[in-house]
């Protein structure tokens, strides 16, 4: 059976959530039916969005460990689905850390001899070009007062008698010269008839 999702579920919420959730449940798909993932997946949806709303400075920190019950949003998950907290941990890897979920970055901070932490999601960064590109892509033309809808008419007016005069000029340029031949060749055939006309008179 495939993973499927309610894309406008997934869209309502932030993505830090959404990425945080993917790292929570990506090791379940190999050992858990698809149905309880996609449950499971849908209810963190509905408890990690308020925690992380209601969070101070937009940070939610969530601390996991083998030897406790996790904190409350998870835990909800996990009697809603029916899934044990020493299973899903276990396949967390069964070590102690925090995951730190920030509005722009989704991080992990294990515990022991030698902390580390890893930021496994971060949203790209806009650089001044990005930021001077979406400007202008944004920008939008200044709108013109209603009182000076009236000039903007005759100008446009103005400005269209004027384009049709030179295409009128241009058109009636291109049509002079033929006239000009036409007339020419009409003349020069007269001239020849009447020249033809008086040599025989002469002889």
């Not at 033309?141 to 007016?157: C, D, H, N, T, Y």
Request: with cysteine; proline share 6%.
């Amino acid at each position: 059976m495939a993973y499927t999702t309610s894309t406008r579920a997934v869209a309502a919420v932030p993505a830090c959530i959404n990425q945080a959730i993917n790292f929570l449940t990506r090791p379940l798909i190999l050992t858990e039916a698809p149905d309880l993932v996609v449950s499971l997946q849908s209810i963190l949806r509905s408890t990690l969005q308020p925690a992380f709303q209601h969070s101070r400075d937009s940070r939610l920190i969530l601390s996991l460990t083998p030897t406790s019950l996790p904190p409350r949003p998870l835990y909800a998950a996990c009697i809603a689905c029916g899934l044990q907290w020493a299973d899903w941990i276990r396949l967390l890897g069964a070590r102690e850390f925090d995951l730190i979920i920030e509005a722009n970055a989704v991080s992990v901070t294990y515990h022991g001899a030698k902390p580390q932490t890893i930021t496994f999601w971060s949203e790209p960064s806009r650089t001044p070009a990005k930021r001077a590109l979406l400007a202008l892509l944004n920008f939008e033309e200044a709108r013109v007062p209603i009182s000076k809808l009236g000039q903007q008419s005759a100008m446009q007016a103005s400005l269209k008698a004027t384009v049709n005069s030179a295409i009128a000029a241009t058109t009636l340029e291109g049509k002079v010269p033929k006239v000009n031949e036409r007339r020419g060749q009409e003349m020069g055939g007269r001239k020849q008839k009447g020249d033809r006309e008086w040599k025989k008179i002469e002889s």
